[in-house]
Protein backbone atom coordinates (compact mmCIF):
# COMPACT_ATOMS: atom_id res chain seq x y z
CA UNK A 1 0.00 0.00 0.00
CA UNK A 2 1.16 3.47 -1.28
CA UNK A 3 1.64 5.56 2.25
CA UNK A 4 -0.32 9.21 1.98
CA UNK A 5 2.33 11.27 1.14
CA UNK A 6 3.18 8.83 -1.37
CA UNK A 7 -0.45 8.95 -3.33
CA UNK A 8 -0.30 12.85 -2.76
CA UNK A 9 3.05 13.03 -4.87
CA UNK A 10 1.43 10.70 -7.72
CA UNK A 11 -1.63 12.32 -7.63
CA UNK A 12 0.02 16.08 -8.08
CA UNK A 13 2.39 14.22 -10.81
CA UNK A 14 -0.66 13.46 -12.76
CA UNK A 15 -1.85 16.67 -12.57
CA UNK A 16 0.94 18.29 -13.51
CA UNK A 17 1.64 16.29 -16.22
CA UNK A 18 -2.42 16.87 -17.58
CA UNK A 19 -1.45 20.62 -17.10
CA UNK A 20 1.58 20.78 -19.44
CA UNK A 21 -0.22 18.82 -22.09
CA UNK A 22 -3.28 21.45 -21.58
CA UNK A 23 -0.71 24.22 -22.16
CA UNK A 24 1.05 22.81 -25.16
CA UNK A 25 4.43 21.28 -23.77
CA UNK A 26 3.70 18.46 -25.24
CA UNK A 27 1.66 19.39 -27.92
CA UNK A 28 2.85 18.63 -31.76
CA UNK A 29 3.08 21.39 -34.43
CA UNK A 30 0.52 21.85 -37.54
CA UNK A 31 3.76 20.79 -39.51
CA UNK A 32 4.29 17.72 -37.56
CA UNK A 33 0.68 16.56 -37.76
CA UNK A 34 0.56 17.36 -41.46
CA UNK A 35 3.85 15.25 -41.79
CA UNK A 36 1.97 12.32 -39.38
CA UNK A 37 -0.76 12.64 -42.17
CA UNK A 38 1.42 12.78 -45.27
CA UNK A 39 3.11 9.21 -43.77
CA UNK A 40 -0.92 8.10 -43.49
CA UNK A 41 -2.11 8.98 -46.32
CA UNK A 42 0.49 9.36 -49.47
CA UNK A 43 1.82 5.80 -49.36
CA UNK A 44 -1.79 3.97 -49.08
CA UNK A 45 -2.56 6.41 -52.19
CA UNK A 46 0.14 5.39 -54.15
CA UNK A 47 -0.34 2.04 -53.38
CA UNK A 48 -4.01 2.34 -54.64
CA UNK A 49 -3.57 4.75 -57.65
CA UNK A 50 -1.05 1.81 -58.78
CA UNK A 51 1.19 4.13 -60.75
CA UNK A 52 -1.38 6.16 -61.57
CA UNK A 53 -0.93 9.88 -61.86
CA UNK A 54 -1.31 11.51 -58.42
CA UNK A 55 -3.63 13.65 -58.13
CA UNK A 56 -4.10 17.60 -56.54
CA UNK A 57 -3.36 17.52 -52.71
CA UNK A 58 -6.01 19.90 -50.96
CA UNK A 59 -4.45 20.78 -47.32
CA UNK A 60 -6.24 22.67 -45.26
CA UNK A 61 -8.06 22.67 -41.51
CA UNK A 62 -11.12 23.27 -39.19
CA UNK A 63 -11.44 25.16 -36.41
CA UNK A 64 -11.23 23.51 -33.12
CA UNK A 65 -11.53 23.74 -29.17
CA UNK A 66 -10.55 21.20 -26.92
CA UNK A 67 -9.68 23.89 -23.56
CA UNK A 68 -8.90 20.90 -21.15
CA UNK A 69 -6.77 18.60 -23.49
CA UNK A 70 -5.41 20.69 -26.56
CA UNK A 71 -5.69 24.46 -27.49
CA UNK A 72 -8.87 26.96 -27.23
CA UNK A 73 -8.25 28.05 -30.67
CA UNK A 74 -6.83 25.39 -32.84
CA UNK A 75 -6.48 23.87 -35.81
CA UNK A 76 -7.06 20.30 -36.68
CA UNK A 77 -4.79 19.82 -39.96
CA UNK A 78 -6.70 17.83 -42.97
CA UNK A 79 -4.62 16.27 -45.66
CA UNK A 80 -7.08 14.95 -48.82
CA UNK A 81 -7.43 13.73 -52.48
CA UNK A 82 -10.23 14.00 -54.36
CA UNK A 83 -10.56 12.82 -58.10
CA UNK A 84 -12.52 11.33 -60.39
CA UNK A 85 -12.63 7.24 -61.34
CA UNK A 86 -11.85 8.14 -64.70
CA UNK A 87 -7.41 8.43 -63.60
CA UNK A 88 -8.25 4.07 -62.11
CA UNK A 89 -8.60 1.67 -63.42
CA UNK A 90 -10.44 -0.06 -61.41
CA UNK A 91 -11.88 1.81 -58.66
CA UNK A 92 -12.70 -1.07 -56.10
CA UNK A 93 -9.18 -2.56 -56.75
CA UNK A 94 -8.00 1.17 -55.76
CA UNK A 95 -9.57 0.64 -52.37
CA UNK A 96 -8.65 -3.35 -51.97
CA UNK A 97 -5.27 -1.94 -52.32
CA UNK A 98 -5.22 1.18 -49.85
CA UNK A 99 -7.01 -1.28 -47.33
CA UNK A 100 -4.18 -4.03 -47.49
CA UNK A 101 -1.53 -1.16 -46.99
CA UNK A 102 -3.39 0.02 -44.12
CA UNK A 103 -3.56 -3.29 -42.68
CA UNK A 104 0.38 -4.01 -43.72
CA UNK A 105 1.15 -1.24 -41.63
CA UNK A 106 -1.12 -2.62 -38.17
CA UNK A 107 -3.76 -0.26 -38.84
CA UNK A 108 -7.35 -1.75 -38.12
CA UNK A 109 -9.90 -1.36 -40.80
CA UNK A 110 -13.48 -0.85 -40.70
CA UNK A 111 -15.09 -0.88 -43.98
CA UNK A 112 -18.74 0.51 -44.52
CA UNK A 113 -20.52 -0.36 -47.89
CA UNK A 114 -23.66 0.07 -49.57
CA UNK A 115 -25.26 0.85 -52.53
CA UNK A 116 -24.17 4.29 -53.24
CA UNK A 117 -20.74 3.87 -51.69
CA UNK A 118 -17.89 2.03 -50.04
CA UNK A 119 -15.62 3.89 -47.40
CA UNK A 120 -12.83 2.40 -45.54
CA UNK A 121 -11.88 4.40 -42.15
CA UNK A 122 -8.70 3.88 -39.93
CA UNK A 123 -6.69 5.86 -37.84
CA UNK A 124 -4.39 5.83 -34.60
CA UNK A 125 -3.33 8.43 -31.62
CA UNK A 126 -5.66 10.96 -32.45
CA UNK A 127 -5.75 10.54 -36.78
CA UNK A 128 -8.49 9.74 -38.34
CA UNK A 129 -8.03 8.52 -41.73
CA UNK A 130 -10.66 7.25 -44.65
CA UNK A 131 -10.58 5.97 -48.28
CA UNK A 132 -13.87 5.84 -50.27
CA UNK A 133 -15.80 5.82 -53.55
CA UNK A 134 -18.81 6.75 -54.40
CA UNK A 135 -20.90 5.21 -57.21
CA UNK A 136 -23.20 8.22 -58.46
CA UNK A 137 -20.58 11.02 -58.47
CA UNK A 138 -17.59 8.71 -59.53
CA UNK A 139 -15.78 9.89 -57.35
CA UNK A 140 -13.10 8.90 -55.09
CA UNK A 141 -11.92 10.53 -51.72
CA UNK A 142 -8.88 9.64 -49.43
CA UNK A 143 -7.68 11.72 -46.53
CA UNK A 144 -7.47 12.67 -42.98
CA UNK A 145 -7.83 14.20 -40.23
CA UNK A 146 -4.95 15.13 -36.91
CA UNK A 147 -5.23 16.20 -33.47
CA UNK A 148 -6.00 19.50 -32.28
CA UNK A 149 -2.94 21.65 -31.99
CA UNK A 150 -1.98 25.40 -31.86
CA UNK A 151 -2.78 27.56 -34.58
CA UNK A 152 -0.13 29.43 -35.61
CA UNK A 153 -1.93 31.88 -37.47
CA UNK A 154 -4.03 33.10 -35.24
CA UNK A 155 -4.99 37.00 -34.74
CA UNK A 156 -7.08 37.09 -31.51
CA UNK A 157 -9.65 34.52 -29.71
CA UNK A 158 -12.50 35.47 -32.54
CA UNK A 159 -9.96 35.51 -35.55
CA UNK A 160 -8.70 32.21 -36.05
CA UNK A 161 -7.27 31.49 -39.36
CA UNK A 162 -6.37 28.32 -40.94
CA UNK A 163 -3.06 27.65 -42.70
CA UNK A 164 -2.65 27.11 -46.20
Not at 99 to 127: K, M, P, T
Amino acid sequence: MTPPMGRTTVVLGGILLVTMMGCGVFRPSVEEIRTELAHLIDPALDAGLAGADRPEANVSGGYCHEPLIGPADGIRPLLSYTFSFSILDDPEAFLDRVEDYWRGQGLEVEINANEESRILYSGNDGYSISAGITYDSMEVRIGGTGPCVDNPDRKGPLDVKPSP
